[in-house]
């Protein structure tokens, strides 16, 4: 059975299209923006533009290290070519 991807998992490429998006209009994008989030930061991928910030300066805790930590590596593995997007991972029933 494949394993349900969380919608964290999105997160990075969601992240990628909206800077994408914020590439062809900034200010229009940035203007629109809204947050009920109490940090918050949007940059332009290509340019390191910042184009909203809300107390991006306070430190804050990750809501989860092992899901940042997971994700570095994926993304790690797949810079180096032993992984790509339709790579499939089994999981054993006692994870």
Known sequence: MRPRLSP????????ALICGVVAWTPRAVAQAFQTAAEEAILVDAESGTVLFEKNADQPFAPASMAKLMTLDVIFHQMRLGRLNEDSDFVISENA
Not at 8 to 15: M, Q
């Open 8 to 15: 964290w998992t999105a997160l990075p490429f969601l992240l």
